[in-house]
């Protein structure tokens, strides 16, 4: 049981461990010569053109959302003083009415 343990202990320790990468190993034997160096320029380089491109999309899309937002927060301000100056109006309808000037009493 207690082997087993041990084991298991050992086992999960192991795959839990980082792992070196061998992403520009100058000992790969596939990258030695010019044309799989070469190749695998390319292949990076498209990648980040690739790369490139998905984040000037994403961050387009998310300054229209921000123009956007911008611009809705704009309205709601002009609408909230319309609002206010309507209120303003009635409030003085009303001061004007409860002092007894009848046109400005409405139902």
Do not use: F
Not at 19 to 32: E, G, K, L, Y
Not at 90 to 98: S, Y
């Amino acid at each position: 049981m207690k082997l087993g343990s041990c084991a298991l202990a050992l086992a999960i320790g192991a795959a839990l461990l980082p792992v070196t990468a061998h992403a520009d190993d100058p000992n790969d034997p596939t990258m030695r010569s010019a044309a799989a160096r070469a190749r695998d320029s390319a292949i990076i380089r498209r990648m980040n053109q690739q790369q490139l491109a998905y984040v000037r999309q994403r961050d387009a899309r998310i300054m229209r959302n921000y123009r956007q937002a911008q611009g809705d927060r704009d309205s709601y301000a002009d609408a909230r003083g319309e609002y206010a100056q309507r209120m303003a109006e009635w409030r003085r309808a009303v001061a004007a009415c409860n002092a007894g000037r009848w046109e400005y009493c409405t139902d």
